[in-house]
Every structure is written in C-alpha cells, then in structure tokens.
C-alpha cells in the first residue's frame, strides 16, 4: 500500500511545494517575503517552526521572521547570532546535500552560543529516525551567481509526521531555500529599483544623480532587465538591455535592440505574453536564445511614469527559472510514471482514462445529423439546444451545449465498422516461476524488456502502462473489435520470443482481455471488465500454451 500511495504523495508534495514557491512571488516588500518564506515551509512543508535568519551588513545574522509559535516569535524576533557562532554550526553534524542536520546527541554544546534558540525538552526518541525536540536542521541560502554568499539560514523544528525528513522531504526543503534566495534577493533588488525610481519622479532638481543611481542598478544587476518603449507602433521595442540579460539570451545589445519581447518568445507562450498586464505584469514563459533553444524564464513588469507626460517606459526584470522548471517537470515525471520501466504508473494511467469518461452514458446516433446535433444539444426530443421547448425544467437528462467527444464500445458480437476506446489488459505467464528461480534482478529485466517490446508495438499517441507486478494496460483509440484483436495478437507475439539476461535465455507468455470504454462508465469499472477478460482468456488457454520460463 506505501508503494502505491507514494506517487500520490510525491504529487501532493510538489503541489504544495509550487504553491509555496509561488506565494513568494506574491509579496510586496522584504518584509513580506521574509514572512512569507517563514509562513510557506509551515504551511507546505510539514513543519511546526520556522525561522529565517537573514545576514546583515556587519556579517552577523539576525532573526528577520518567525511562523508557528506566537510566544516564541515574541521572544527571539529581532535578537542577533554572531557570524562565528553560525558558521560553527553550519560546520558541524551531518551534510545531506545542501542542508545541515545536527542530532540531540552533538547539538548539547551549543546550548550556550549567542544564536537566538527556542526549544522544548524531549524523550529519547523510540526508533532511528524519530525526531527529538532538540535536534536541529538548517537550509543555508546563497545569493544568485553560483557563489558560496550566505544570505540567509533557515531554520525549520518538528516536522508533523515526529521523523526525520527523508530524501525526498530534504530535496523540497533545499528547493524551497534555493527559490527563497531569489525571493529575498529579488525583494531587495526591487526595493532598491523602487528607491531609484521614487528619486527619479520626486528628485527633479536632482535627475542627474537619480539618473546614475538607476543606471548602476540596472546595469549591474544580476538578473536580466530591460527597458521597452511604451506606446505608438513601436510598443514593446527594446530600448536598453543589462549585461545579465545579454549573457541570458546570448545576444549582444546592438541585436536585441532591434526586437521586441514578442519577436523572442516561444510561439506556444505568446498568449501568455499577451495577456500580462502592463503595470505589476507577471508571467512565466520561454524566451529564444542565439542558439535556437529557449529558455524559461520569469518576466515581470513596471511602468517608469513620469509626472508630467504619463508613461514612459516599461521595466522588465526577466529572472532565469529554467532549473525550476527542470525540477518540476521532473518530480512531476517521477510522480506519474513507474520508476522501473518508466511506463506511465497506475495512477497516471486512470487520469488519461479518466479524462475520456463522463458521467453520462452516450447512446448511439442512427444517423450522422443525428449524432451532430446531438454532439451539440439539439437532441429531436422537444428540446432546444439541451433545454426543453416548452420552457419547463426537464431535469439534468442532457447538459447544454456539451462538447465533450463521447466514448462508445463497440459491438463485439456483430462488428460494424464502429470504433472505440480499447483497454488491453496483460498479465504475464509465467513471470513468477522467473523470480523464484532466477532472482528478482532476472524479473526486472524482463519487465523492462516487456515494456520496450509493448511500447514498439504501438502507435503514437497510444499509452502502454503498468499497473503493477507483471500486469501492464494498453490504451489504444480508434480501434474497432478486430482491430484490438489483431493488436492483443501481435502484442502477445512480440512478448513470447525469448529475453536474454546474464547469458541466460527465458520466456514468459501473456494473457490480454479487451475491455472497452464508454462515458457512463468509471475508469476503474473500465479497468475491471479488461481484467475479467483477461481471466477468461487465461481460463480459457491451455496450460502447455501459457507456460513460460
């Protein structure tokens, strides 16, 4: 049961993690955002406590935010740890990876440093990995650029679930401090930017110094920003580009003079461009490099007024997030697809399958008008496009204007030409006599081998999955009866020849039932008529014809 639900919680902790990550986006000072990083590992990463130590100027470090426990905060917001003091303990325990873990057992002697601490007495924990109230756990944050600049330390205590955080809770928590560095800095960076823009509307009679002030904050920034015309036909024009933004897109400035953000954004995200505002515009999106390749990036916009004419000019401060985005797409790969085959997983199997389903069932159209009315809620039985043409309240029988494309099953007993959804379900034949005689390193091979051998066998667009153990589901639309039947075929052929592992030659059989979907059904109702099916197919078979090994 844990194997199976842990797809669904790596899921759920990604989801959590990425709101986390973006309710950082959403502050509006540096003190929002240091409170909001405080707030986000309490409210999506399974903490009680957390506080954020932020550097200051002199090196020490002071308690900027605090979440979880209101007389603590009270207690320890505010106070200030020395810089040696910190860097003692950033050096002791254990390293696991970019965090820093110190057990009960070590952390003793720092009882009575000057780091601001708030703790509670404990047991001896009952089993390894349990949590004492006084171990500590730390999430340095780094300034942008690759350097070792400490920004910051985080501070997290008793997670919800009394253990130790695994491999996968320390990887959202090093993420989570990663995206927290670039909050905090960019906070700071728009503050400053903010400064230099209030100087340059409120300073008239000091326009020259404002001016050099925004000029050195622009183009020593380190992220990329840019300066855009606004208004006439050449809205959108770049006017001016920083270094960062140059080396970002790998473009001189004289070339990226001569574009606009919409000459360089991907064509599936200019919508999303399009519809970010002017003023506090935020956006997602990927951006083209000289090389032809794009990259992510996050783009946010700002109106530069001037008092006297209105607008100006629009600041972008275009911000790298292609590691981020790397890291989503991969836990969310991970989450959805099995780890040994890398076949879509169970779950995500009865998401695609689910996705073609309705609640209600489709009865079939005797004709083509028929059926394209029907397609769209003009259904001959006295109602008009899905409502009743008297006027009265008719019931829930036909929802109006219902695009959705219905899946039927076709007619397995007189094969009219229809053609549906088919759910091949597979379990192999002699798959357990394997891994009892040759090792469960021999099974895994040859589940790998099933895999790539089913995947070949089918079209693009069509979806091979495992289910679990030996039991793998094809997916495949726009068949009709002899067409899954010629597929069950040629797929069972394709897993009879032998599979050689270490030198050794085995064979394992197949048994397929055909399910088919239809709206009105439930994916797991699809799911469990295939496998009755297969069963009977099974059954059916001699045992000289399912044997294998």
């Known amino acids: 049961m844990e194997a199976e639900s842990e797809p669904y919680v790596r899921l759920a902790t990604m989801r959590q993690l990425h709101q986390a990550v973006g309710d950082l986006n959403t502050a509006r000072s540096l003190a929002d955002t240091l409170q909001t990083v405080a707030d986000g590992i309490v409210a999506g990463l399974g903490y009680e406590l957390a506080c954020v130590n932020l550097v200051r100027p002199d090196g020490d470090l002071v308690v900027a935010a605090f979440a979880g426990n209101s007389a603590a905060e009270a207690l320890i917001t505010g106070r200030v740890g020395s810089r040696n003091s910190w860097e003692r303990r950033l050096a002791m325990g254990e390293t696991w990876d970019g965090l820093r873990f110190i057990p009960h057992t070590d952390g003793w002697v720092l009882l009575d440093d000057d780091v601001p601490q708030w703790h509670t007495e404990g047991p001896e924990p009952r089993?390894?990995?349990?949590?004492?109230?006084?171990?500590?756990?730390?999430?340095?944050?780094?300034?942008?650029?690759?350097g070792q600049d400490l920004l910051g330390v985080i501070s997290v205590d008793r997670p919800r679930n009394g253990r130790r955080p695994g491999a996968w809770g320390r990887e959202a928590l090093q993420m989570y401090a990663s995206q927290?560095?670039?909050?905090?800095?960019?906070?700071?960076?728009?503050?400053?930017?903010?400064?230099?823009?209030?100087?340059?509307?409120?300073?008239?009679?000091?326009?020259?110094?404002?001016?050099?002030s925004f000029r050195q904050a622009f183009e020593y920034a380190p992220s990329g920003m840019a300066i855009a015309?606004?208004?006439?036909?050449?809205?959108?024009?770049?006017l001016r580009t920083n270094d960062a933004l140059c080396r970002l897109l790998g473009r001189p400035a004289s070339v990226l003079r001569r574009y606009a953000f919409a000459d360089l954004v991907h064509p599936e995200d200019i919508g999303t461009l399009l519809r970010t505002s002017a003023e506090g515009g935020r956006a997602e999106l990927r951006l083209g490099r000289r090389d032809g390749t794009y990259l992510w990036v996050s783009l946010r916009n700002s109106v530069v007024a001037d008092t006297a004419d209105g607008p100006r000019f629009l600041l972008t401060h275009v911000e790298d997030i292609e590691?981020?985005?790397?890291?989503?797409?991969?836990?969310?790969h991970r989450a959805s697809h099995d780890a040994l085959t890398g076949l879509p997983n169970s779950a995500e199997l009865r998401s695609r399958l689910g996705a073609r389903l309705c609640e209600r069932p489709h009865s079939v159209a005797s004709t083509d008008v028929q059926a394209l009315d029907a397609a769209y809620g003009d259904i001959d039985d006295g109602r008009v496009h899905g409502f009743p043409s008297d006027g009265f309240d008719a019931g829930p029988a036909v929802a109006p204007y219902d695009h959705h494309v219905h899946s039927v099953a076709p007619d397995t007993v007189d094969d009219d030409g229809s053609k549906g959804l088919a759910v091949l379900f597979c379990d192999l034949d002699g798959f357990k006599s394997i891994n009892d005689r040759f090792g469960h390193h021999t099974g895994d091979a040859v589940l790998i081998e099933v895999a790539r051998r089913l995947t070949t066998c089918v079209r693009d667009g069509d979806t091979v999955a495992r289910l679990g153990g030996d039991e793998f589901v094809v997916l495949a639309d726009g068949l009709g009866s002899a067409d899954a039947a010629d597929?069950?075929?040629?797929?069972?052929?394709?897993?009879?020849?032998?599979?050689?592992?270490?030198?050794?030659?085995?064979?394992?059989?197949?048994s397929f039932g055909i399910g088919w979907a239809a709206c009105g059904m439930t994916a797991e109702e699809v799911l469990r008529s295939a496998d009755q099916r297969m069963y009977v197919e099974k059954r059916s078979r001699s045992k000289v014809h399912r044997r294998a090994g």
């Open 487 to 510: 597929l069950a075929v040629r797929l069972r052929n394709a897993i009879i020849p032998p599979i050689r592992v270490d030198g050794r030659a085995v064979r394992v059989g197949a």
């Open 180 to 212: 927290s560095a670039i909050a905090i800095s960019n906070a700071r960076l728009r503050a400053n930017m903010q400064r230099a823009l209030v100087r340059l509307e409120r300073e008239q009679q000091a326009l020259r110094a404002s001016e050099e």
């Open 229 to 238: 015309e606004m208004g006439g036909d050449q809205h959108g024009r770049l």
């Open 323 to 332: 590691e981020r985005k790397r890291h989503e797409l991969n836990l969310a």
């Open 127 to 146: 089993f390894e990995d349990e949590w004492h109230p006084q171990d500590r756990l730390y999430a340095p944050m780094y300034a942008s650029g690759g």
